[in-house]
Every structure is written in C-alpha cells, then in structure tokens.
C-alpha cells in the first residue's frame, strides 16, 4: 500500500468516529427539543452535517485510491448513513491499516516475496 492509500485510509478512519458521536448527540438533542426547552439542534446539525461532508469527501477518496468492490464501497457509505456505523467503520479501517502495516514490514525484511 503506497503512502497515500494509507493516509486516505487514515482520513476516513480518524472522522468516523466523530461523525458517528455527533450523529447519536444530534439524536439525542433531536429528542430533547421535543421533551424540553432545551434547542440545540441546529448547532449540532451543523456541526453532523460538517462532519457527514468531511465523511464522504474522505470515503470517496478512500474508495479511488483503494479501488474498493463495490460492495465494500457501498458498506462504508451505509455506515455514515446508520447511527453507530462509524464506530464499526473505523473497527474494520483500523484492522485493515494494522494488516496493511504487517504485511509491509513482512515485505521490508523479506519475509514475504511480493
């Protein structure tokens, strides 16, 4: 994996976990505003929709450098969509940059020849 698929990697998986607590947070102040006087939904809407924007900036170039299936595209983009997909999101990224890391210093010493 070059740099660059790792840091677009990186990007998308340092913003889904934010963008998924303020998705639960905007839920909760959704309720909120209807049980109470308490209104701030439309600072944490901004602050979700920001952080939804800089999701899917990040999940398109995640999916041009990597070349993704289709499929596996179409679950990172279900998971900014569903309330506490970023937290699975940023699971299955982590574990894909911590096998990523391996298998390049498996190849750095020679380990494996490709």
């Known amino acids: 994996m070059d ?4 840091t677009a990697l990186r990007r998308l998986r340092l913003v889904s976990t934010p963008e998924a607590v303020s998705f639960l947070v905007l839920l909760v102040c959704s309720v909120l505003r209807r049980t109470t006087d308490f209104d701030a939904v439309p600072v944490m809407g901004m602050v979700h929709g920001a952080l939804f924007v800089l999701y899917l900036v990040f999940w398109l170039d995640a999916w041009n450098r990597t070349r993704w299936s289709l499929p ?11 309330p506490v997909g970023g937290f699975f999101a940023e699971r299955r990224l982590r574990r894909a940059e911590q096998d990523a890391t391996i298998a390049a210093r498996a190849r750095r010493e020679g380990v494996v020849n490709a």
Do not use: G, H, S
């Open 72 to 82: 596996t595209a179409a679950w990172f983009f279900l998971m900014a969509v569903v």
């Open 3 to 6: 740099p660059k698929t790792a």
